[in-house]
Nanobody, 123 residues
Framework: QVQLVESGGGLVQPGGSLRLSCAAS????????MGWFRQAPGKEREFVGA????????DYADSVKGRFTISRDNAKNTVYLQMNSLKPEDTAVYYC????????????????WGQGTQVTVSS
């Protein structure tokens, strides 16, 4: 089992930056693939990015490549999402998730989810 708690969301102007954190507890965090997803009002939850257990491999949605960076600190049981050059279309609830399958980016593989944190990009 893995329990996840996100933090760091808020209101930011276009072009600004935010860093989200996801604190994990449970015995499988260090061996889990960790992902970030987001869901805007009226839309399906979509993949943002993922990082494998060793942090040597990351994947990103095309919409955030070059702007968002995922990292993890297994000693602190924490995964991060650094978001730069934010756009209004990045506005959504952001969710942290954990998967046992190595290297996956498929939403249905992620069996553990946090409660989400709101990110609003607006002037």
């Amino acid at each position: 089992q893995v329990q996840l708690v996100e933090s760091g969301g808020g209101l930011v102007q276009p072009g600004g930056s935010l860093r989200l954190s996801c604190a994990a507890s449970g015995r499988f965090f260090s061996s889990s693939t960790m992902g970030w997803f987001r869901q805007a009002p009226g839309k399906e939850r979509e993949f943002v990015g993922a990082i494998n257990w060793s942090a040597l491999s990351t994947d990103y949605a095309d919409s955030v490549k070059g702007r968002f960076t995922i990292s993890r600190d297994n000693a602190k049981n924490t995964v991060y999402l650094q978001m730069n050059s934010l756009k209004p279309e990045d506005t959504a609830v952001y969710y942290c998730a954990a998967a046992r399958r190595p290297g996956t980016t498929t939403k249905t593989d992620f069996g553990f989810w946090g409660q989400g944190t709101q990110v609003t990009v607006s002037s």
